[in-house]
């Protein structure tokens, strides 16, 4: 039967970014780190795809964590537990390749340390030595400290304003792991398209392999739109089926930045919309 | 004595001024007296050219005559014999160049109104149901259907007729594939099937939305699962682009993003959250029935101007003639003999127009075909604000990727090992509709899912 997508978990991390639990066997059961899943919060919403956190197939539940950035997701982040989302489906995209892999620097920004931290944990599972460098805007924005801690063999916090942590960028964190002597099989830089632009620059620099995870517009995420579509090595391809996890030194992420920012003229509208239905339901 | 009108009798439709800017269906469907008129335009020919033209084979002669008789139910039940889901296909089906095509009155005049007549049958029988079909006794055989689309839909309303236990599975949030994410409500509305999912689900067939087969569950879990055999109805749904510069800016859509934000996720309707972008000037490129539904579309949700590009002529069009009809009454400008060379953008990534080139006629090719050819130096820009491509689709990859044994040939399609039983290059698997054959209609899909049905059949009872 069609499992319900009931919330059974739900923690505010920070302000701004939101954890929710919830009860979707079929996708626990096949989800693997790096995959997505599109949800719908009810009949009338958006198709939004979000990256799998964390899943455990023996309670059937698959881990979200997002930000409240739009219209859907600042909807998300009202419900509460006993609530069910409308759809729930997955684990879609290709897992992220972590075999063989002996030393890897697992860079993480913001909410992307939610994607960061399930490929660090699979790392660290299966032996893999893993630095963790973690970068959040201020102290109040960090999430997932003492998970990362958990499976990193080292462990690096910064902070843009040095409120907490280290100041400075996952960037000059990674610069000075290398230069130090640290040698790594591959660098997983998950994070804003602009810090994963970045990371990727400096590996380049240095010749090391990096991934990194896309998360484009999307409806379907099956490959029938094309809406996710991006270059890479100078090729089209669809985050939702070839990705989402791409070769960092390939991507175009400046034309992935822009049209990323296709619709924020229509979000404030929908927000608008969203709000509109907040008072109705209050009124 | 026959109604020797040269004519069809009209359909009834609004002025295309004032539906240009709503979603209700254009074509109003006939009244009873509208229906038995054309019917009498029928000569009820011994030999029956039109059913030669139908892909299922509708006994056509027969059904009108029973709606010259007044006898509606009966006319749809005889439709329904041959094909189930009338009410769609006498929407969709391009009637002119199968059934209407070979038709006698079409000599001289216009054929009978075959199409036309088919949806009234069928209307009218939803519109007066009769006790709902009961559930057949369960012969204890599960069958699996991927896709939700015309031919799942065939294929799963046969195989429920004669008792097995049928699950359609479907990616996304809502069934009826192409029916409910592609062509448009002002096409064929929701409703209409919605209640032929209803009449399936009345006859015990399971539906299965949110579960892309291949990775909630792939086709070797499905058998695990206890599946006796599966067919595969994924359609065709992986969209082409021109691989031209410029196709990644802000505002270029393929037709199925862009017609899957309007339609499915209903982004006309004003509390909608989906986003759409409001479009003021845009290119369609393409001339199949796809890109006449991009276009009208386009206009409906407020583009003031709205251009077909296609690079051969109007007589070329693959598009179903009522469609082209309708689209220029709309208001729809084609732009024919012409190709886009190259995507122009602003410095934020936004398309704000195309480069085109125009098109004449070469020396005709090996298959006695011309093929369009650019006229050096004729390269032309429009401003556009949004560009849709509306160039086709390949099958989607996801299945055949992650089952063993099943073979694709170069374009994607799967490779049948029987043409005529429909069989897959791996055991128990069946497939039909556009994952084989590419993009086609809906009724060549639908008759495919039938033919599978009775393969299906046959495997599971000879096993």
Known sequence: ?283 | MPNMSLTKVPMPEDAPEIRNKNFEEVARGYTEAMAQEEADRCLNCKTRPCVGGCPVGVPIPEFISLIKAGDFIGAAKKIKEMNLLPAICGRVCPQESQCEKLCVRGIKGESVGIGRLERFAADYLLAHPEAAAEKPVSNGHKVAIVGSGPSGLSCAGELARQGYEVTVFEALHKAGGVLVYGIPEFRLPKSIVQQEIDNLKALGVAFETDFVVGKTATVDELFEDGFEAIFVGSGAGLPSFMKIPGEEFSGVYSANEFLTRINLMKAYQPDSTTPIMKPKKVAVVGGGNVAMDAARCAKRIGADEVTIVYRRTEKELPARLEEIHHAKEEGINFHMLVSPVEILGDENGWVRGIRCIKMEFGEPDASGRCRPVPVEGSEFEMEMDCVVMAIGNSPNPLISQTTKGLETNRKGCLVLTDEDALATTREGVFAGGDAVTGAATVILAMGAGKTAAKSIDNYIQGK
């Open chain 1, 1 to 283: 039967m069609r499992d319900l997508f009931k919330i059974v978990n739900k923690k505010v991390l920070n302000p701004t970014v939101t954890l929710l639990e919830i009860d979707a066997p079929r996708v626990a059961k096949k989800a693997e780190p790096g995959q997505f899943i599109i949800l719908r919060v009810d009949e009338n919403g958006e198709r939004i795809p979000l990256t799998i956190a964390d899943f455990d197939r023996e309670r059937g539940t698959v881990t979200i964590i997002f930000q409240l950035v739009g219209a859907t997701t600042k909807a998300l982040g009202m419900m509460e537990v006993g609530d069910a989302l409308a759809d729930f489906v997955g684990p879609l995209g290709t897992p992220s390749h972590t075999e063989g892999l002996k030393k890897v620097a697992v860079i993480g920004g913001g909410v992307g340390c939610a994607i960061a931290y399930p490929v660090a944990k699979k790392l660290h599972e299966q032996g893999t030595v893993v630095h963790s460098i973690v970068g959040f805007r201020n102290q109040d924005l960090v999430i997932l400290e003492d998970e990362f801690t958990a499976v990193s063999d080292i462990m690096k916090i910064m902070t843009d304003d040095g409120s907490y942590g280290t100041k400075g960028l996952v960037t000059d964190a990674l610069k000075s792991l290398i230069d130090s002597g640290e040698e790594y099989d591959e660098v997983i830089a998950i994070g804003p398209v602009i810090m994963m632009k970045f990371v990727s620059k400096l590996t380049k620099e240095y010749g090391i392999k990096t991934t990194v995870s896309m998360n484009p517009i999307m409806i379907d995420g099956t490959g029938m739109c094309g809406g996710c579509r991006l270059t890479v090595g100078g090729e089209t391809k669809f985050a939702c089926v070839d990705g989402p996890d791409f070769d960092g030194h390939l991507v175009d992420f400046d034309q992935l930045m822009k049209r990323n920012m296709m619709y924020k003229p229509f979000e404030q509208e929908a927000d608008c919309n969203l709000l509109k239905k907040g008072e109705n339901a209050n009124a």
